[in-house]
């Protein structure tokens, strides 16, 4: 019987069915884009397949929480199909450049959309869309002449007023951090036994519930990411609460971001270059920001008219790698103050 030289597609589509798939390399298929993602289906495939609509290249996505992906991709090492690593938390983005799995890219496009501040300084990831973590208080029973910064929140006319997101999420975990790059340790963590010392009722889960709170009168003042307020307030806009822009040490308002990079193994790593930098270009910005009520990366394109009526906010210059940095030392903090 004549030898037959099975093709590419029949060799992986053969091995597939006997389950050897990961074993061989077949996942790599040279014309598919593979993205691991943090960030839900519904946020980032109306994306994607404008992308595949305006170039041809088609894409995959796998989606789970930060932590499981940058495992995930630490485990498959060299051989992971994964292009691009995109999600949400600057911490977890440098965590990820740190462990070795994501690699520098040049590219004169991203560096001229995306401030300096919002990138990773070795380029091996930057931000997409930026989230502010800032105050929201009640509009019955504070007056915003009485806010300023994130520190005043430990004062004592605070006291049984405020309400926290527990320390185990880590956007509070990037504020402490960005707040020990300020001030140092010391400082900072009298200003975290402040906030402890002025809380009216358990730390929650999520922002939501803590704004909930706000509306029911457990509290009178909070700390929330932007998106979670506009995510509220637009199915309950007559909410008795609003934002306010405060400041960290009195230079702006703690910034973090949801980004992305290429991946250290990338397959593609050219047509991942490529497509990371049409989604700094305008038309994503505009969809990546709008989606989740976030502000674009890009500073020449215009937030979502609800993201808008918030009135504009001078962020910290403060480079948000150093929430990665520094977080291992916020969480030490946090529970040397009794932040649970």
């Keep these: 019987m004549p030898h037959r030289t099975l093709s590419p ?7 597939l069915a006997l389950g050897f798939l990961a074993l061989t390399g077949c996942s790599r298929a040279p014309t598919e884009l593979v993205v691991y993602s943090s960030r839900n289906e519904q946020l980032i495939k109306p994306m994607f397949d404008r992308y595949t609509q305006e170039t041809g290249q088609a894409i995959r996505f796998v989606t789970d929480d930060a932590g499981p992906l940058i495992e995930r991709l630490a485990a498959e090492g060299k051989n992971s199909p994964a292009d691009i690593l995109l999600t949400v938390d600057a911490g977890q983005l440098w965590q990820a450049a740190e462990r070795g799995l994501l690699q520098p890219i040049e590219s004169e496009i991203i560096k001229t959309n995306i401030p300096a501040h919002l990138r ?13 973590r800032t105050i929201v208080y009640s509009t019955e029973r504070v007056d ?19 309400c926290l997101r527990t320390s185990k999420s880590v956007y509070n975990q990037s504020l402490v951090a ?9 400082r900072t963590e009298e200003i975290v036994r402040g906030w402890v010392a002025n809380l009216a009722t358990e730390p929650f889960a999520n922002d939501t519930r803590l704004m909930e709170a706000i509306v029911a009168g457990q509290c009178d003042v909070g700390i929330v990411n932007s998106y979670y307020f506009g995510r509220l307030v637009r199915d309950k806009p007559d909410l008795p609460i ?14 973090n971001v949801s980004g992305a990079g290429v991946t250290a193994a990338a397959p593609r790593a050219e047509a ?5 930098e049409w989604l700094t270009e305008a038309e994503a910005q505009a969809m990546f920001a709008g989606a989740n009520l ?3 990366a890009n500073p020449n394109v215009a937030p979502d008219p609800l993201v808008a009526a918030w009135g504009t906010f001078q962020p910290s210059p403060l480079n948000v790698a150093q929430a990665g940095e520094l977080q291992a030392a916020a969480v030490r ?6 932040f649970r």
């Design 9 to 15: 597609l029949a060799r992986c589509g053969a091995l």
């Design 120 to 132: 990773d300084p070795q380029s091996r990831w930057f931000g997409l869309s930026v989230r502010a």
């Design 144 to 162: 915003p002449q009485d806010l300023s910064g994130y520190e005043d929140l430990a004062d004592e006319r605070w006291r049984g007023r405020l």
């Design 178 to 186: 960005m707040m020990i790059a300020a001030h140092g340790e010391e």
């Design 242 to 255: 609003k934002l306010f822009w405060a400041t960290l040490a009195g230079e702006g308002v703690h910034v």
């Design 272 to 276: 991942a270059r490529k497509f990371l």
């Design 294 to 296: 976030e502000y674009p």
């Design 333 to 338: 903090l946090m529970d040397r103050a009794g």
